[in-house]
C-alpha cells in the first residue's frame, strides 16, 4: 500500500462516522477510565468500545525480599447491545500481556512458587478475559429525572488480572451505578458492587467516583478514584486514581486518553508447612496509560408504529 492511499484510508476511517448521520445517537460510553455508566445505549443500538493500555508494574513482599518487575499491556474490546431503551447486553474480552523484566527471589520463603507464577509468565498475547453481562437503567434523567440510576451484573471467566498479578479466576460481578448532570459543563457518576470470586473466596468490594468536565469545542476532562477491599484473608485494599481527556469527533464517535496509577496492598496465601494460612504482605504500584475509541451504530431497523 503505498503513502496515499494509507492516508486516504486513513481519512475514510476517521470520516465514516460523521457521513452515518442517518445512524447516529449520542454516545454515552464507558470510556475513558473504571467508571460504568448508567445510561443503556438504547433498543438496536450496537456500541463498540476498544482501547489498548501500556502500564509498568513494581511489586514487592518487603519482609521476605521478594520483589518483581515488568511491562503490562492490555487490549480491551467491549461490546454493548440494547435489548430495548432500558435493558443491554454486554460481551467483553481482554487481551493481557505481562513482560518480567526482573524478578528477585530474596529468602526464598513458602509461597515463592505462587509469586513466580504470578510474574514470570510467558511474555506472550493471550484472552485473559470472557465477560458476558447485563444493564438495566432503573431511573433516566431523561425522563424527568433527577439522574440516572442501573443496575450492572456480569460473569468473568479467566478473569485478567487488572489491581493485581495475583488477581483473575472467574468472577460473578454485581453493582450499582448513578450519573448526575451538577450543571450543564459538570457531571458526576459513581459505581459501588461487589466482584465475588467463584473460587470459594469471600467478595470483594469496590466504589468508585468520577467528575466529568466539558471543555468546550467537543472536548472533555475527566477524574476519579476507585477502592477495592478485600476481605479474603486478612483482608487488603487497592487504590487508584486516573484522569485524562475524551474527543468527541461525531456525537456517535470518541476518541480518549489517559493515564494513572494504582496501588495494591494484600497478604499472600502461605502454601508452605506451619500454622500460618497466609504469608508476607505484597505492594504493588502500577503506572498505566490508556487510549481508545467509542463507536455506536443502529445496528437492527426499529419498527414502524402502526
Known amino acids: 500500500m503505498t503513502l496515499s492511499m494509507l492516508r486516504k ?18 454516545i454515552s460510553s464507558d470510556r475513558p477510565g473504571q467508571g460504568q455508566t448508567p445510561i443503556t445505549v438504547g433498543k438496536h443500538y450496537l456500541q463498540i ?26 487490549t480491551n ?34 509461597g515463592s512458587n505462587e509469586f513466580l507464577d504470578a510474574y514470570n509468565q510467558i511474555p506472550s498475547l493471550s484472552a485473559n478475559n470472557l465477560e458476558l453481562g447485563l444493564r438495566h437503567n432503573l431511573l433516566s ?45 459538570i457531571a458526576a457518576l459513581g459505581n459501588i458492587g461487589t466482584n465475588w470470586s467463584l473460587n470459594n ?10 467528575f466529568a468536565f466539558d471543555l468546550g469545542k467537543n472536548v472533555g476532562f475527566f477524574v476519579e478514584t476507585k477502592n477495592n477491599q478485600f476481605f479474603q484473608g486478612d483482608g487488603g485494599h487497592a487504590a487508584l486514581f486516573d484522569g485524562g481527556f475524551t474527543w468527541l469527533l461525531a456525537p456517535n ?29 505484597l505492594r504493588e504500584n502500577y ?17 414502524k408504529a402502526s
Do not use: M
Open 49 to 74: 468500545q476498544l482501547g489498548h493500555e501500556f502500564g509498568a508494574l513494581n511489586a514487592a513482599q518487603y519482609a521476605v525480599q521478594l520483589s518483581a518487575a515488568g511491562q503490562v499491556q492490555q
Open 201 to 210: 473466596q469471600l467478595p470483594e468490594l469496590y466504589y468508585l467516583v468520577n
Open 287 to 303: 503506572w498505566f496509560v490508556s487510549g481508545g475509541v467509542s463507536w455506536k451504530i443502529k445496528a437492527l431497523p426499529s419498527k
Open 9 to 26: 484510508t486513513l481519512f475514510l476511517l476517521l470520516l465514516f462516522p460523521v457521513l452515518a448521520s442517518a445512524q447516529r445517537s449520542k
Open 253 to 281: 464517535f470518541q476518541f480518549d486518553l489517559f493515564g494513572g496509577w494504582v496501588q495494591t496492598h494484600q497478604l499472600l496465601p502461605n502454601l508452605g508447612p506451619g500454622p500460618f494460612v497466609y504469608g508476607p504482605a
Open 141 to 185: 434523567s431523561a425522563r424527568s429525572k433527577a439522574f440516572d440510576l442501573a443496575l450492572i451484573s456480569s460473569l468473568s471467566l479467566n478473569s485478567a488480572p487488572t489491581t493485581t498479578r495475583f488477581g483473575g479466576g472467574n468472577n460473578l460481578q454485581i453493582g450499582l451505578l448513578a450519573g448526575k448532570s451538577i450543571s450543564n459543563r
Open 77 to 110: 474490546l467491549f461490546l454493548r447491545f440494547g435489548l430495548s431503551q432500558r435493558t443491554e447486553i454486554h460481551l467483553a474480552s481482554t487481551l493481557d500481556r505481562f513482560s518480567a523484566s526482573n524478578i528477585y527471589l530474596g529468602l526464598l520463603p513458602p
